[in-house]
Each structure stands twice: as C-alpha cells, then as structure tokens.
C-alpha cells in the first residue's frame, strides 16, 4: 500500500508540475457572428505563453481576416494565425494595432510578411518605434530564445487624428485614442456589432496597472467615452469577455476610484502616506487578480500625478 501511494503521489507531482509549465495555446472564442477574441493568461509573460498574455481579436470578412494586435513574438503570432486557421482559411488582411506595449505589435513582422498591411493610429506607431529597443530586451529575459526571429516593426498604414473610420468587406471598426495605460493607446469599436475592443484600457479579473507612463485622468476621460458607446460586448485587454456592468465593476469604477478619492486627497494636500494607508484595503478590488502587488503602486502613481496639477 505504502509503495502505491509513493507511486500515486510522484505521478501527482509530475503532473502538476507539467501543468504549471504547459505550454499556452491560443483559442478563439466566438464573441458574435465574425467576431472572435483570444483570451490569454492573466499572469506575467513568459516562454510557455510567448508572451500572449493579453487578449487578442479578429473579425471573419467576405475580403479576408481583421487582426486586432499581433502578439509580443514572431512565435507568439504564429500561435494567434493558427488560431484564427481552427475558424476560417481566409488570409489575414489587415493587423490593427491598439497599443504601443509589447504584445499589442511585435508580431506585425511576421503578418507583414504573410501579406497583411499593419494599421494603428499615428502616436500607436510613434510609441512603437520609440519604445522598440527597451522591449526587446526586456523580452529576452523572459522568453529567451523563443524571441528569436523576432523583428520590431511599426504599424506602416498610420492614421491622423485621435480617431479613424476603417471599412473592410463590409465591416466598419472605429480606432479611438484612450491613451491611458501606454502612450498611444487605442481602442477598436464595431458599432454595427456593439462590440468594443478596448486594448489596456479595461481590465477584467485582474487589477489594471498604473505605471510611470500611465495616466489615470486620461483613463478615467476614456472609460467614460468607452462606457457612453453603451457596447453589448466588452473584450478587454486582459481577461473574460464580458457586458459593460462587469467592466465598470473591475475598472471603471477603479479609475473613479484613484481619480476622486485619492486624486481628491493629492490636490488637498493631503499627506500622501497617509492616504495610502487610509485605502489600503479596498473590499471592492480585493477579488482580482494581482491586487496585493500593484494597488498600493497605482495609488502612489495616481497622487503623484494628482499632486502635481
């Protein structure tokens, strides 16, 4: 008996461990008729997701496939074609591209050279470009030689203005900016669907993260704007797909959170250690994912950038 139950729990272990290090495959989950997102991990980038995670779209036209981000790898935008391959043959046409972070376009390379013309909004591209070099090496460190074969390459169709109408086989996507989590950032909206891809603006099941080029006014400015379209769907960048009640739920009402409670307090003059300490345990936020890590760093960032008005 002793030595089944030692063979029991070796075997155990193996799969555990095995399921821990899987490696991560894409699937598309049908969001409408013709439209598809790919939900990807919520945890950190790494060699067994090549660095999907986020989410990613596409939207099935009579003249071929709408690809909404392109994946942080030329791996990674392999496994998103194959994907869109277990739903329809058809080419991929266009890449449109909602941010400037990492696995919103390093992948453009590899549909570039399938055929596929790369589209983002003007400052998107810029951001790209300026920002290249450090996320590449940044990536190194987490995917290591599964980045290899991977080439920056910016959207080159960039489009004027902080909003652009595409049309596409009969399908019209509107690319707005939000500029809230990454410089340039973006979301895509098919108001014939109701449907809104909103790129690292809205976050679902897991704490959105404010970082040194965040803004917060700026996302709680585009979440409102995102919130007035009154979409039946929400893909988020990262997490399920889900209605609008659920993405005010877990970001909306985050956003109203650091910009009139703790924004509030910074323009006050309040001391900032104080205020963190007063909102460290917010029963609301307390369920998603990462919230112990990165709440505290997003109030600090959201009074910096208050206190500084």
Same mark, same amino acid.
């Given at each position: 008996?002793?030595?089944?139950?030692?063979?029991?729990?070796?075997?155990?272990?193996?799969?555990?461990?095995?399921?821990?290090?899987?490696?991560?495959?894409?699937?598309?989950?049908?969001?409408?008729?013709?439209?598809?997102?790919?939900?990807?991990?919520?945890?950190?980038?790494?060699?067994?997701?090549?660095?999907?995670?986020?989410?990613?779209?596409?939207?099935?036209?009579?003249?071929?496939?709408?690809?909404?981000?392109?994946?942080?790898?030329?791996?990674?935008?392999?496994? #998103?074609?194959?994907?869109?391959?277990?739903?329809?043959? +058809? @080419?991929? &046409?266009? *890449?449109?591209?909602? %941010?400037?972070?990492?696995?919103?376009?390093?992948?453009?390379?590899?549909?570039?050279?399938?055929?596929?013309?790369?589209?983002?909004?003007?400052?998107?591209?810029?951001?790209?470009?300026?920002?290249?070099?450090?996320?590449?090496?940044?990536?190194?460190?987490?995917?290591?030689?599964?980045?290899?074969?991977?080439?920056?390459?910016?959207?080159?169709?960039?489009?004027?203005?902080?909003?652009?109408?595409?049309?596409?086989?009969?399908?019209?996507?509107?690319?707005?900016?939000?500029?809230?989590?990454?410089?340039?950032?973006?979301?895509?909206?098919?108001?014939?669907?109701?449907?809104?891809?909103?790129?690292?603006?809205?976050?679902?099941?897991?704490?959105?993260?404010?970082?040194?080029?965040?803004?917060?006014?700026?996302? #709680?400015?585009?979440?409102?704007?995102?919130?007035?379209? +009154? @979409?039946? &769907?929400? *893909?988020?960048?990262? %997490?399920?797909?889900?209605?609008?009640?659920?993405?005010?739920?877990?970001?909306?009402?985050?956003?109203?959170?650091?910009?009139?409670?703790?924004?509030?307090?910074?323009?006050?003059?309040?001391?900032?250690?104080?205020?963190?300490?007063?909102?460290?345990?917010?029963?609301?936020?307390?369920?998603?994912?990462?919230?112990?890590?990165?709440?505290?760093?997003?109030?600090?960032?959201?009074?910096?950038?208050?206190?500084?008005?």
């Amino acid at each position: 008996m002793s030595r089944l139950f030692h063979l029991l729990a070796v075997t155990f272990l193996a799969l555990t461990s095995f399921a821990a290090h899987a490696e991560y495959i894409p699937r598309a989950e049908r969001v409408a008729d013709g439209v598809y997102a790919i939900v990807g991990p919520l945890g950190q980038r790494s060699a067994d997701n090549d660095g999907l995670n986020a989410n990613f779209g596409f939207v099935v036209t009579p003249s071929g496939v709408i690809l909404i981000d392109s994946g942080a790898s030329r791996i990674g935008a392999q496994k #998103l074609e194959q994907a869109i391959r277990a739903v329809t043959a +058809k @080419p991929v &046409r266009w *890449v449109v591209n909602t %941010g400037g972070q990492d696995h919103r376009w390093l992948g453009n390379d590899y549909f570039a050279g399938r055929g596929a013309e790369t589209i983002a909004l003007a400052r998107t591209a810029a951001t790209q470009a300026q920002q290249a070099a450090q996320q590449m090496a940044g990536l190194e460190r987490f995917l290591g030689e599964r980045l290899q074969g991977t080439q920056p390459r910016p959207a080159t169709r960039t489009l004027a203005g902080d909003e652009a109408t595409l049309e596409l086989g009969g399908e019209t996507l509107t690319l707005r900016y939000t500029d809230a989590h990454f410089p340039g950032d973006a979301m895509v909206h098919l108001p014939r669907r109701g449907i809104v891809f909103t790129g690292d603006l809205v976050y679902v099941d897991r704490m959105l993260g404010v970082m040194p080029l965040s803004s917060v006014q700026r996302g #709680l400015t585009a979440f409102r704007a995102m919130a007035a379209l +009154k @979409p039946a &769907r929400v *893909v988020p960048g990262h %997490g399920r797909v889900c209605d609008l009640a659920k993405a005010q739920q877990d970001t909306g009402d985050y956003y109203e959170f650091l910009a009139n409670t703790v924004g509030a307090s910074a323009k006050d003059l309040q001391p900032m250690d104080e205020v963190l300490k007063r909102h460290t345990d917010l029963p609301a936020f307390r369920h998603l994912e990462n919230y112990d890590a990165l709440h505290r760093a997003n109030m600090n960032r959201a009074f910096t950038e208050f206190e500084s008005q």
